[in-house]
């Protein structure tokens, strides 16, 4: 079916269709100029928006407009968890382009939709546009922190230990392998592509998770975090940020960066440098964070948590202390939305 067929408020009214309210705060969702949000008392509110643009942040070659819509909602889900907040509520704007049908709308909106049941997220409301530019999706999301919970990226202080989650590089090297087999499928209609062994790295790429787990285990063991952010943008570009933002330098350690089997597999069959990619890849999504000395034990306990290096003073600078115990400086390589071209370029 032609979006023309429905126009705006018929594709509205069909794509949210029965959405279901999972927040007291949430007093008016869709259907009115506005949403009317009621935060708790003693709490901060917290907004954040992401935007993506059709060969820019994603091909559609092979992305599946359902794996696209989960992903556009959690890489906003993410960024709330790394406040140390829990978000609450989105709004959804997209920019259609004529190539589009209905039925393909539907399908992005079944990820967005299957992304907020799973992380328990109200979508409140949202706009519609035509594009001449492809699909633009822009996600708005609004969370909550408890009052003086949330954590900034300015809170680091010299001495605290520098702690990521998961594993680094592996969303990179699935990018990688899906632009290695869309290169080869040109001309070939037959083709079929090689993922056999590395569906871990394409899962990371096509649909990763926040990590509303860490937050949790942060809150049980009653860690508040010194500074935090996610990792979409690559470690060492995420390290930058937090040491430029809190005044500090730090040092990390090449040998305690967690790396994924699939993705060393990746980087050696593409002959590629394995720690940059987990440096400077990106889209991992993982928690990096830093915690006072004096919990290490505490994080020690913590299961998939690893301590990957510590807060120095600025005058010491940033940098990669490698498995023969030289010292590289830290730079800044991982995406640049205004700088590349294409994600992966």
């Not at 990018?175 to 040109?186: D, V």
């Not at 509303?212 to 063991?221: N, Q, R, T, V, Y």
């Not at 699939?262 to 990106?282: D, H, K, P, S």
Request: net charge negative.
């Amino acid at each position: 079916m032609e979006i023309s067929e429905l126009g705006e408020f018929g594709l509205i009214d069909r794509l949210t269709k029965e959405l279901p309210i999972k927040h007291e705060s949430t007093k008016l969702s869709i259907g009115d100029d506005a949403a009317i949000l009621r935060p708790e008392k003693g709490c901060d509110v917290l907004v954040t928006t992401d935007l993506l643009l059709e060969n820019v942040h994603f091909d559609l070659t092979y992305v599946p407009l359902k794996h696209l819509g989960y992903k556009a909602a959690v890489v906003n889900f993410s960024d709330i968890y790394a406040m140390n907040g829990q978000p609450k509520q989105i709004t959804v704007s997209l920019g259609i382009s004529k190539r589009f049908t209905v039925e393909h709308i539907e399908e992005l909106y079944s990820g967005i939709r299957l992304a907020c049941d799973v992380y328990g997220v109200d979508i409140v409301g949202g706009d519609t546009c035509s594009s001449h530019q492809g699909l633009v999706i822009s996600i708005t999301c609004i969370g909550e922190a408890g009052e003086g919970k949330a954590v900034k990226r300015s809170g680091a202080k010299d001495t605290d230990l520098i702690c990521v989650s998961g594993d680094l590089g592996a969303a990179y090297m699935g990018l990688q392998l899906l632009e290695r087999e869309k290169i080869a499928s040109r001309g070939n209609r037959d083709f079929q592509p090689d993922f056999g062994g590395k569906e871990y790295i394409i899962e990371r790429q096509l649909k990763p998770e926040a990590r509303k787990d860490i937050i949790a285990d942060l809150d049980k063991a009653g860690i508040v975090p010194t500074s935090m952010m996610d990792v979409s943008d690559g470690l060492s570009s995420e390290l930058l940020h937090i040491c430029k933002s809190s005044g500090t330098g730090c040092r990390v350690y090449e040998d305690r960066i967690p790396i994924d089997y699939q993705t060393a597999l990746m980087a050696e069959e593409l002959n590629m440098n394995l720690v940059t990619a987990a440096l400077n890849g990106g889209e991992d999504y993982e928690l990096l964070f830093t915690v006072p000395l004096t919990d290490h034990e505490k994080i020690e306990r913590m299961a998939g948590v690893k301590v990957i290096g510590y807060i120095t003073k600025a005058d010491l600078g940033c940098a990669l202390v490698t498995r023969d115990g030289s010292e590289i400086s830290l730079k800044a390589q991982g995406w640049n939305p205004l700088a590349a071209e294409k994600k992966g370029e």
